[in-house]
T-cell receptor, first 114, second 116 residues
Framework: GENVEQHPSTLSVQEGDSAVIKCTYSDSASNYFPWYKQELGKRPQLIID?????GEKKDQRIAVTLNKTAKHFSLHITETQPEDSAVYFCAAIPIYNQGGKLIFGQGTELSVKP | GAVVSQHPSRVICKSGTSVKIECRSLDFQATTMFWYRQFPKQSLMLMATSNEGSKATYEQGVEKDKFLINHASLTLSTLTVTSAHPEDSSFYIC????????????FGSGTQLSVL
């Protein structure tokens, strides 16, 4: 089955700097890669996603890149703000998973210092 | 986006009691619901996949007799933690997709279970 590895587990940046979180996956059949932001005690919120037929996607300060050959994808946050502080999870869905069974990475706790 | 309502948001119970958690899809029909468990500072771990009108599929290591899942309608799935013990204390959260192979999942608000 699919296995998703996420690094780093914690990341501390200064406000205004960029933050990069990286994930690798094992199943070449995975074709959908969402990123979630979770604040303490709250539900995960989808912040951006990418499909396997696209190499990069951007939404304002957030971007995701995908390298299918190397089976890794990354989240890039530019001009970080204190409100970006949260735990971020990457996930993958293999194409054969009906109904979207998400396999999550271990999570990255991002801290943005003012 | 679609809304998944989850209740209760927080439960404190004595060891040995059973706790039921409900997830409802409010504006769409959820043919499939997923139940996750999340321990502090850890990732979301899939417990089981619930399909309307059929038995749930449990992940390896999850006791089906302890975590009873019922998906009796296209808008409601329930998770019952039977004979809860302190080690069952965790954040439980459901997610639902509107149709088969719909990768965009919508999460419930989660239930923080504390077993004394």
């Amino acid at each position: 089955g699919e296995n998703v590895e996420q690094h780093p587990s914690t990341l501390s940046v200064q406000e205004g700097d960029s933050a990069v979180i990286k994930c690798t996956y094992s199943d070449s059949a995975s074709n959908y890669f969402p990123w979630y932001k979770q604040e303490l005690g709250k539900r995960p919120q989808l912040i951006i996603d990418i499909r396997s037929n696209v190499g990069e996607k951007k939404d304002q300060r957030i971007a995701v890149t995908l390298n299918k050959t190397a089976k890794h994808f990354s989240l890039h946050i530019t001009e970080t703000q204190p409100e970006d502080s949260a735990v971020y999870f990457c996930a993958a869905i293999p194409i054969y998973n009906q109904g979207g069974k998400l396999i999550f990475g271990q999570g990255t706790e991002l801290s943005v210092k003012p | 986006g679609a809304v998944v309502s989850q209740h209760p948001s927080r439960v404190i119970c004595k060891s040995g009691t059973s706790v039921k958690i409900e997830c409802r899809s409010l504006d769409f029909q959820a043919t499939t619901m997923f139940w996750y468990r999340q321990f502090p500072k850890q990732s979301l771990m899939l417990m089981a996949t619930s399909n309307e009108g059929s038995k749930a599929t449990y992940e390896q290591g999850v006791e089906k007799d302890k975590f009873l899942i019922n998906h009796a309608s296209l808008t409601l799935s329930t998770l019952t933690v039977t004979s809860a013990h302190p080690e069952d204390s965790s954040f439980y959260i459901c997610s639902a997709g509107e149709k088969v192979k719909n990768e965009k999942l919508f999460f419930g608000s989660g239930t923080q279970l504390s077993v004394l």
